[in-house]
């Protein structure tokens, strides 16, 4: 049994990894790998918040030249009042809307914790939320128009941004594929929408993950199914897989469009569907 349980420790650490940037919902496949597990329990929220540490740590280190200059412009101009050209007015101005893109998620995020635990894990709901979020992120893409960088972002952008970073509080959804679907409506270009997306998601993430992190701590039967130290090792593996994703996807959608992850949305979605009504999986 420990030596199967620590092969699905493995297992899910390379999940997180490989599925949290691209749009597929990450939370959705680890809720899915759970039924198939040899004891078929769900991973649970907790697990999947605490994992995605390490693929935001991912892209902390990935992005760290880009952090570094938003959050000296940012302290510049909001402590020090200090005059910035206008390279670092818009590195502080996207400070600030990561920071007003974060708001909804964290609010929401708090007030439906105990709900997105326990009520939002149905296999019928990440199943139909799948191609639902598919289909909507294929118009994006094929429909939204293509020539706004991140120098365009504004205060109401940033907003809708933030909103649809809080759909993702459903598995299924998907955090990326929301905040691209979102970028791609409003105009930006796929790499644009990609990069907001990620350093969109850090103060969240970050966030979730050290609260669930700190009762995980709290609770010393670890975090559900798995101890401390094996949601540990999972966590290190997504940091390592997910940083190899970003910079792949990076030079993906430079040249690709989001297709393959929506065909791939619809299928699973259609394939879980199948199972869940045929009563070969237990919702």
Known sequence: MKGSLMFEVIFLGILQGLTEFLPISSS??????????????????????ITQIGTELAVLIFFRHD???IIVAWLRQTFMRASLPSDEKLQARMGWLIIVGSVPIVILGYLGKDII??????????ASVMIIFGIILGLADHYGKKDRGLSDLNTAHG??????????LVPGVSRSGATIAMGR????????????????????????????????????????IFSLTQTF????????VGYTVIAWLLKFVQTNSFMPFIFYRVLLGSTLLVLLATGVINP
């Open 28 to 49: 959705a496949h680890q809720r899915i790998a759970g039924v198939f597990f040899s004891n078929a329990q769900d991973p649970g929220a907790r697990f999947t918040a």
């Open 233 to 240: 090792i999972a966590t290190c593996i997504a940091f390592v």
């Open 117 to 126: 635990a326990n009520d939002l894990r149905s296999l019928w709901l990440i």
């Open 67 to 69: 952090i570094k200059r």
């Open 159 to 168: 907003i809708l941004y933030g909103l649809a970073q809080a759909l993702a």
């Open 185 to 224: 409506f409003l105009g930006y270009s796929r790499e644009a929408a990609l990069r907001y997306s990620f350093l969109l998601a850090l103060p969240a993430v970050f966030g979730s993950g050290l609260y669930e992190l700190k009762g995980a701590v709290d609770n010393s039967a670890g975090v559900q």
